[in-house]
């Protein structure tokens, strides 16, 4: 595997999603109970000892070192009191238990933040533990929304995934109790996007279950993962993300052809188009763009939801959980809606199907078209990667709310990719011509 510096890629990994203490809540509290000028006076000095006040105020300094107020003070080792200004974010830490580099990947990035003065929640994922909850779970349990997660959503500041499936068909045979949960994942994506919490997925090579799940050799995929991540941060996937969204930005009519017979028409007027550049700046912030995937390398949009008519071929379609289609997708829209789909045979059909029908909402309906920036990505079956691969674009259906600026809610979002490079692949934005041939249609 490429060599990679992993707690260097965790620090970059905190910088990106901005991971830093925020303003202590406890001020104002405090203000509003032993008053501003009072408090104001402490954070001026920020250090001091008790003895250099009166018994009445020293009365007050301690009751501000209750955690009712963050705490606001507190006794520092060498003895003096200090004013905490600043409390640290709650970052939720999820990571692929399964495969010891992305253990280390992980605790590296939980070191950092620790490092940051943030707190870290954890949890352990893999998918046979998944698989085991929803063999084992009675039906109506299935249903629920745990209250810890609800106050997970509802507290933390920062979420972050790292690692990728282990198994590509961990919900296979279970698809109908998958189904079953699908409204209270489709909430706590909800509580989150409307607080703004901001989100990183961090894709990152693990041990697969079984070598069948390798759809390319085990070296090629670990190799192409890792020099994708590198990818993200130079100078050229920046540009070419630049170069897209100023292509896209203003435009209505968008347009893709290519020489397969694909054919689509969709609308993105008045939609903000998205730089995927692996970094959550301030202008990200003020769009309220929160979210990141790594590696990362596109433009995107939310399209109007009912604006895609027409027919496409996906060379890759990779359905979470039920497994990867084989031979190709075409996918016909009408109104925005898929309503009708032919893969290259009868098990593909099916396996969109049972992807349908185990999630809920506007499952079905177009909710972001994207264009690949990365040039180290290449085909591996794994989405993260594969939907940034220069000469790409991918048409998403499904949840589109939050950081997309869509309508959509949905309990899915399936990304799904078109190669347009050597296929003769045209973007057209108002009959502008900004991707010819699956390349940029212009000065980079």
Same mark, same amino acid.
């Given at each position: ?12 990994? +905190? ?14 509290? +405090? ?11 402490? /954070? ?54 399964? %495969? ?13 933040? #620790? ?24 039906? &109506? ?20 995934? /790292?690692?990728?499936?282990? %198994?590509? *068909? ?89 020489? %397969? ?16 550049? @692996? ?18 390398? *596109? !433009? ?5 939801? &009912?604006? !895609? ?18 031979? @190709? ?45 990365? &040039?180290? +990505? ?7 990667? %594969? ?6 674009? &991918? ?29 003769? @692949?045209?973007? #057209? ?16």
């Amino acid at each position: 595997m490429v060599k990679l510096d992993y707690e260097r890629f965790a620090r970059k990994i +905190a910088d990106a999603i901005r991971i830093k203490t925020k303003p202590n809540p406890g001020i104002e509290k +405090a203000k509003k109970r032993f008053g501003a000028a009072f408090v104001n006076m402490l /954070i001026r000095k920020r250090e001091f000892s008790l003895e250099s006040f009166s018994k009445k105020d020293q009365e007050k300094i301690k009751k501000l070192m209750d955690l009712d107020y963050g705490p606001l003070v507190y006794k520092s080792v060498s003895g003096r009191y200090r004013l905490k200004t600043e409390t640290g974010e709650l970052i939720r830490l999820v990571y692929t238990e399964t %495969d010891p580099r992305c253990v280390r990947l992980a605790k590296a990035f939980r070191n950092e933040c #620790w490092k940051r003065g943030c707190h870290v929640s954890v949890g352990l994922d893999n998918d046979m533990d998944s698989r085991t909850h929803l063999r084992l779970t009675p039906e &109506h349990t299935l249903t629920e929304l745990p209250e810890i997660s609800k106050i997970l959503a509802k507290q933390i500041d920062v979420r972050v995934y /790292i690692g990728d499936k282990q %198994d590509r *068909e961990w919900s296979r045979g279970f698809e109908k109790r998958l189904l079953l949960g699908a409204p209270a994942s489709q909430k706590l994506m909800q509580i989150q996007d409307r607080r703004g919490v901001r989100w990183c997925l961090v894709g990152f090579p693990v041990e697969m279950t079984d070598r069948r799940y390798y759809l390319v050799p085990k070296k090629t995929y670990e190799k192409v993962y890792i020099s994708s991540l590198l990818e993200t941060y130079t100078k050229r996937t920046l540009r070419l993300c630049r170069y897209y969204r100023k292509g896209l930005e203003s435009g209505d009519n968008v347009h893709i052809t290519a020489d %397969d017979g694909t054919d689509l028409r969709l609308s993105i007027k008045g939609r903000p188009v998205l730089v995927a550049d @692996g970094i959550i700046d301030e202008e990200d912030l003020k769009r309220g763009d929160v979210g990141l995937n790594v590696p990362d390398g *596109e !433009a995107f949009l939310a399209p109007l939801e &009912h604006s !895609a008519n027409g027919k496409i071929y996906f060379d890759f379609v990779n359905l979470p959980g039920i497994g990867f289609i084989k031979g @190709g997708l075409w996918v016909w829209f009408r109104n925005g809606r898929v309503v009708k789909w032919k893969a290259g045979n009868k098990k593909g059909n099916q396996m969109f199907k049972k992807f349908l029908d185990s999630n809920t909402g506007e499952k079905d309906r177009i909710a972001e078209l994207g264009i690949g920036t990365n &040039h180290a +990505a290449k085909f591996i079956g794994t989405i993260i990667v %594969d939907e940034k691969i220069f000469g790409t674009i &991918h048409i998403a259906i499904g949840n589109n709310t939050g950081a997309y600026h869509g309508k959509n809610r949905a309990s899915s979002h399936l990304d799904m990719i078109k190669v347009m490079k050597g296929k003769n @692949g045209n973007l #057209w934005v108002d009959n502008r011509l900004v991707m010819k041939n699956g390349m940029p249609n212009g000065r980079i």
